[in-house]
Every structure is written in structure tokens, then in C-alpha cells.
């Protein structure tokens, strides 16, 4: 009987180290994953003011061009058009252009269709670019990003 008391109580006392030994493990995982969580909030918010200067310089670039082209361009033919532009578009297409002739190209215009299509890869050229995992993590405004589905 003293030996199965006896047996009984080492047995107590490894469950009671196995317990402390847990329950430190279980503080020193939550205490780093704490900190871990810390430095990816620093990070990314060092990537997003590292992304906003870039957009503000982006964003000044384009519109300094855009007010130099349109000083030196107005009031002349850019480009001709292979086709008449549907009709809410034949504003901005012929802007300041004398003539009725709708297929001719403002600068505004031809300025708007390669900003739209030369952006990304000013982008990705200079670095700027999100990544693929964020932009698929963002969406855009046709396609919801993958946390907002779930």
C-alpha cells in the first residue's frame, strides 16, 4: 500500500512538471507570437508609407505631364481614330478640336488611354507594384478580394 502511495505520488509530481512545462510553452509561443505580430504591424505600415510616397510621386509626374502636353496640344490633332467614338466619349475625344470630324484624336485623349495602359508597367519597372498575392488579396471593383468572399 506504501508503495502504490508512493508510486502515486511521482506520478503526480512528473504530471505537475509536465503541466509547468506546458503551460511555459504555452506563454513563451503566445509571448512570441506577440511580438511576431508586432513587427508585422510595423512592417506593414513602413510598406504603406513606402507606397503612398510613391503613389504622391506617381500622381505628380503624370500630372505635371499632363499640364505640360496639354499647354504645347491643345487645339490640335494628336491622332486619327479608325473609328467614330460612341457618342458620351466624343467629348473628351475631339476636346478643343475645330472641325466635326470625330475621328480625330485630342491629346487629353490619347493621353487618358496610354496613362490606363503604361501605368502598370511604370509601375512594376520602378518597382512600386504590389505584389501578385496582394493584388489578388485586394480585389478591384469588378472582382472582390479573397477575404471579402469568405
Not at 504603406?48 to 500630372?63: E, N, P, Q
Not at 479608325?82 to 485630342?106: A, K
Not at 488611354?113 to 512600386?128: A, E, P, W, Y
Request: with cysteine; hydrophobic share 45%.
Amino acid at each position: 500500500m506504501i508503495r502504490l502511495y508512493m508510486i502515486f505520488e511521482k506520478i503526480q509530481a512528473l504530471i505537475s512538471v509536465m503541466l509547468i512545462h506546458f503551460l511555459c510553452q504555452l506563454l513563451l509561443s503566445i509571448f512570441f507570437s506577440e511580438r511576431e505580430e508586432e513587427k508585422l504591424k510595423n512592417n506593414n505600415r513602413d510598406l504603406f508609407l513606402v507606397k503612398m510616397k510613391s503613389m504622391f510621386a506617381i500622381g505628380f509626374a503624370f500630372t505635371a505631364l499632363l499640364s505640360t502636353f496639354n499647354s504645347i496640344f491643345d487645339g490640335r490633332v494628336v491622332a486619327k481614330l479608325p473609328f467614330v467614338p460612341i457618342s458620351w466619349i466624343q467629348g473628351l475625344s475631339h476636346r478643343n478640336l475645330p472641325g466635326e470630324d470625330y475621328t480625330d484624336c485630342s491629346f487629353i485623349f490619347l493621353y487618358i488611354l496610354c496613362t490606363m495602359s503604361i501605368r502598370q508597367n511604370i509601375q512594376k519597372l520602378l518597382g512600386f507594384a504590389p505584389s501578385r498575392t496582394a493584388s489578388k488579396q485586394s480585389g478591384t471593383l469588378f472582382s472582390p478580394g479573397a477575404q471579402q468572399i469568405k
